[in-house]
């Protein structure tokens, strides 16, 4: 009788030297899910239970559960060749087939076992083969190597004289099922069951006895804190703790850079001299996040919390006497701070309207022009855009002349990331207008997904114009996003666009945006095609937007089936195709709607606009006839309100005159007049029917 193979966990760690911290967590996820998908694949792994991964500055590690030492032999059907091939006149096996056993490794004395199956319209032979189950210790080095390569690892290195590469140096292994050593090996290690703790906090070498115990043995002897996720919520609780009453600055990335550069952490407070709160404050908490990977403390919470001369630093070292690791981390940010400090101080002597000349040589892209160039379509765009919105066209002109200014500036050319921020500050020290200064700072939001808006019609006017100039400039020379490629951010802008437009919201419609950007280039760049496609690439994205806000497809394409160019309206619209919905008659009536629309495809050029009552002789028809007569007006007053909702609701007085028409009355009459008069309605009918929303893409 054949023995159970053994059942245990198995725990793979991979020990490095420092892992790239802004990489580590995406790293640490896809080895284990190679490892878990190849003992999978050899059916090492018959179950799926939640897994364990670990990844420290120093590992990667996995913790697999119930993984068998050898998988169970199972049958597998072997298709060999077709039966005319295999046999010869007299039914005996030909050389081919016997060369084909001989492959395989199947005894000639198996042939009365073979059974003929027809494969499409051809007999073959079929042979069912006992297939040994894979060993864990035969095929895990196999395993590893394919997990190494699918990690996503953009650049590998070398190390001494071997021609091993990984993402940086390997210099153990552990390969444990359960409590023994599985033989096997990865980039020229060999398997043990040693590894290392802390650089400087552990006990030494570290044997481990079992697979199950890893983490708690590698906090204990090595103080290390293997999970990622375990780390990250004591870096986040020991910041609270440390912050008090006070509030540090929340910032994930931050946060899983910081738990990817520790294995044990610890957190100190430092400080530095309260005379660089002079800077503004996003300056100096750009510099100690981006510099320092410190957490900036604020004396508040909201937008009106102010920056304090403290900060908190995440350690690697836990010690009973943190003075050196907080005066050190203190001397080295105060030189970042200066720098900030004389950079904003010598930034200031020259006001924004001085560095305007300067645009004239920077290059914004070699087909569209220099920033100068850039900056005189803005002006004329956003005054446009303005005036439309009924704003102060001089002051948006004046916001759109200063707006890539601080480009030119020292500030900005150290942090980037101030682009705009520096703008404001500098505008209210030149003593501009604080709509020009907030204009000058808002019109790149927003930035990123859930960003704010922003606020008033100069700062809208504005970021609305560079948003359309930047996507109307890329898309005439032909730079449209195709699949995850988008170097210029034209989805985030024309996304953008669209939030500004619906959430404002504003009275403006986006085919005239579309035009009034065109007028900045020259008709050769800007064709009727580029506008085309311009104005689809907006609605896919105004697609994505609604459904991922939750909602329904078919209320979403049932609004943009009528390709609205008001986005304020797309809202109110969507709420009234719900509310529509949510009536007894609105499946009928869109059943209804489909049908007509159907119809009235296959009668191009039939059909026309105006109904001859004289040419009504059925009862169903002459009474639909009159409720279109009566509810248009009704439904036309309500649109003039944007009063969707109502004017959807209204339709419900259709249906019982709707299903009489179709009940009774035959569209594509024979005689040609009377075919013609009742398309004429059809076409009445469907207009006000579809007079908010194309109701027929409610008809599952």
Known sequence: ?????????????????????????????????????????????????????????????????????????????????????ALDVNGQPTPALLKKLETEGIPASEIGKFKKELDGKTEMFFYDALVKGATLDNC???????????????????????????????HGLVLLHGTRVVPGSALSLSSSNTTRGHRFMSTGEITLTNADDYAATLEQ????????????????????????????????????????????????????????????????????????????????????????????????????????IITGNARVVRPRLADAKFFFEMDKKTPLSARIGKLASVVYHNKLGTQGERVDRLIKLAARIAHRLGADATLAERAALLAKADLVTDMVGEFPELQGIMGRYYALADGEAAVVAVAIEEHYRPRFNGDVLPHGPVACAVALADKMDALIGFFGIGQIPTGDKDPFGLRRAALGVLRILMETPLPLSLADLIEDAAEGFSPALLTSECRITSADFFRERLRNLLRDAGHEPNAVDAVLAQNPTRMDEVPQRLAAVKAFAALPEAAALAAANKRIVN??????????????????????????????????????????????????????????????????????????????????????????????????????
């Open 599 to 700: 119809i009235l495809k296959k009668s191009t050029g039939q059909a026309s606009q105006t109904v001859n009552s004289a040419l009504l002789h059925e009862t169903a028809e002459k009474n639909l006839f009159a409720e279109v007569k009566r509810l248009t007006p009704l439904i036309e007053a309500q649109l003039a309100k944007s009063d969707y909702t109502t004017a959807l609701k209204s339709l419900a007085d259709l249906r019982p005159a709707v299903d009489a028409f179709f009940e009774g009355v035959m569209v594509n009459a024979d005689d040609p007049a009377m075919r013609t008069n009742r398309l004429a309605l059809l076409v009445q009918l469907a207009k006000l029917m579809n007079c908010v929303a194309d109701i027929s893409r409610l008809s599952s």
């Open 140 to 170: 895990l080095t196999e395993i590893l190597a394919a997990a190494l390569k699918k990690l996503p690892v953009a650049k590998l290195m070398r190390w001494g004289n071997s021609e091993v590469q990984f993402v940086r140096p390997v």
């Open 221 to 324: 002897q090595g103080r290390v804190i293997v999970s990622f996720d375990k780390r990250r919520e004591m870096v986040r609780q020991q910041l609270d703790a440390a912050a008090g009453s006070r509030t540090w600055l929340q910032d994930d990335a931050l946060l899983d850079e910081v738990t990817a550069l520790v294995e044990y952490p610890a957190v100190y407070e430092a400080g530095f001299e309260a005379e660089f709160l002079a800077v503004p404050q996003e300056c100096l908490i750009l510099t100690m996040k981006a510099n320092q990977k410190y957490f900036p403390l604020m004396d508040g919470t909201g937008p009106n919390a102010k920056l304090t001369n403290r900060f908190l630093v995440v350690s690697n070292m836990k010690v009973a006497d943190p003075t050196h």
């Open 1 to 85: 009788m054949k023995a159970t193979p053994m059942k245990a966990t198995l725990l793979i760690e991979l020990l490095c030297e420092e892992l790239p911290p802004k990489s580590l967590k995406m790293l640490g996820e896809k080895f284990g899910e190679e490892i878990l998908n190849e003992l999978i694949r050899y059916q090492l792994k018959l179950r799926v239970p939640k897994i364990e991964i670990f990844a420290t500055p120093r590992r990667l590690a996995v913790l697999v559960p119930d993984v068998f030492s050898q998988a169970e032999d199972r049958h597998e059907k072997k298709k060999l060749m077709p039966v005319k091939v």
